[in-house]
């Protein structure tokens, strides 16, 4: 079974600009949770989708929002991107809603914003 | 709002060591589970060990063994016969059983194997 797959895994954008990750889960995966990783404050959390609906949210400005498609692919954009944004995006998929469902790791993509 | 804490930035452990990576958090909650995740170099994070915060017995897996100690809050991290791939960024993570399922994560530790 494939891994859950982020593109693109590396980005280069300016100030201003807005951008979107893409994240596709493992193959019956239904849950989708987003998480922002940098140096000064670790491991965030963003955002979880589940069957098209986003379920759970955390604090981050409404710059940052999502969509989980039919297949249960989900994206992620930022608008108006800061110099703060550089980090590295995680992507998890899992199989169920709630706390047992093992959440599974894409790869991440690198988002330097210059 | 639950909070993850691990106070050891960096750990160093001799091949074929042990090493103890500490965590602690903080919740109301009586209901919630905890995990170790790994983070080599290669940036894919993985799931070492998981603990149910209602089980008594500290989970282990292989190498890997948990010291859950409930009434304090505590959930510390045993790698045993350290391995050259055991280097990685080591996190500890709190999730409810009841609420909001999302991951709250530690600062991390790095640990590194010498040969």
């Known amino acids: 079974k494939a891994g859950v797959t982020q593109t693109p895994r590396y980005l280069i954008k300016t100030r201003g600009q807005q951008v979107t990750l893409s994240c596709s889960p493992i193959s019956g995966h239904r849950s989708v949770s987003w998480y922002q990783q940098t140096p000064g404050q670790g491991l965030q959390f963003l955002f979880e989708?589940?069957?098209?609906?986003?379920?759970n949210k955390g604090n981050f400005p409404g710059r940052f929002s999502g969509r989980q498609f039919s297949n249960s692919r989900s994206e992620m954009n930022v608008s108006t991107l800061e110099l703060g944004d550089s980090a590295l995006y995680l992507c998890a998929s899992s199989s169920r809603l709630g706390a047992l469902g093992e959440q599974f790791f894409g790869p991440g993509t690198r988002l330097t914003v210059l | 709002a639950q909070t993850v804490t691990q106070s050891q930035p960096e750990m160093s452990v001799q091949e074929a060591e042990t090493v103890t990576l500490s965590c602690t958090y903080d919740t109301s909650e009586s209901d919630y589970y905890l995990f170790w995740y790994k983070q080599p170099p290669s940036r894919q994070m993985i799931l070492v060990i998981r603990?149910?915060?209602?089980?008594?017995q500290n989970a282990t897996e292989n190498r890997f063994s948990v010291n859950f100690q409930k009434a304090a809050k505590s959930f510390s991290l045993k790698i045993s016969d350290s391995q050259l791939g055991d280097a990685a960024m080591y996190f500890c993570?709190?999730?409810?059983?009841?609420?909001?399922?999302?991951?709250?994560f530690g600062a991390g530790t790095t640990v590194t194997v010498r040969a």
């Open positions: 603990q149910e915060a209602y089980k008594q």
């Open positions: 993570a709190y999730r409810s059983a009841s609420s909001d399922y999302k991951l709250s």
């Open positions: 989708y589940f069957s098209e609906t986003q379920r």
